[in-house]
């Protein structure tokens, strides 16, 4: 193949891909447009037992929030995400249980407790997370592996840096978190943070906790 012909179709390449991005954002927007007062939870997918603490846990504290006139936004998966939106669903409010996928090999579809009219599956993972922090007053870090702590980092990120309004920031569990806490201690002492950024996060341990952070 020649080497004008190669350009041209990595060229179309970009192209079409740069308007499959956009068609997600307008197709994300018109889903979520409206919805206010929405709670985003980042947690594992991986606890997919119902009995396990963390499930358990996840599921009270969303039911507090839903009780409390919140709508629920979650990634949409499995384990500590579908305990959430379970925990909209248990609650008798009229609110919504919103679940934000992403294509992956292994999930298919989102949980079951998401509502069918905000049941959304994206192909990039930087538009899910817009999406996920744009319709939210408030975010909570369930205990999670990488992908939750990267999501959580880049909120903190974000408003540190003035590119996202200043919003509670709650981690839930103690004894999983309060490690990493320590390590973002570790940063100020050795002057890579600012002790400032250590106000952007609050640990709770007990779900009725975080009514005070529900206006």
């Not at 004008?4 to 390449?13: D, H, L, P």
């Not at 997918?45 to 396990?52: F, G, K, L, V």
Request: hydrophobic residues 40%; glycine residues 10%.
């Amino acid at each position: 193949m020649k080497e004008e012909n190669k350009k041209a179709m990595v060229q179309a390449g970009n192209a079409w891909q740069a308007l499959r991005v956009m068609g997600e954002l307008v197709d994300g927007y018109d889903a979520l447009d409206g919805m206010e007062n929405g709670v985003t939870f980042f947690g594992s997918a991986r606890i997919n037992d119902d009995t396990h603490p963390y499930y358990v846990k996840s599921r009270e504290l969303a039911k507090l929030v839903a009780d409390s006139g919140y709508n629920v936004i979650t990634g949409g998966g499995p384990g500590l995400m579908e305990a959430a939106n379970r925990g909209a669903k248990d609650s008798k409010e009229d609110i919504i249980s919103c679940g934000i996928g992403i294509e992956l090999p292994f999930e298919a579809s989102n949980n079951k407790y998401v509502d069918y009219d905000h049941n959304l599956i994206f192909r990039y993972f930087f538009i899910r997370k817009l999406m996920m922090m744009n319709f939210s007053e408030l975010y909570i870090g369930l205990p999670g592996g990488f992908g939750t702590i990267e999501e959580v980092f880049e909120i903190i990120t974000l408003m540190q840096t003035k590119k996202l309004p200043m919003k509670p920031v709650v981690l839930f569990g103690a004894k999983y978190w309060t490690p990493l806490m320590q390590c973002i201690e570790t940063m100020v002492e050795e002057g890579m943070a600012s002790k400032e950024d250590l106000d952007l996060i609050t640990i709770i341990d007990k779900p009725e906790e975080i009514i005070k952070f529900l206006k």
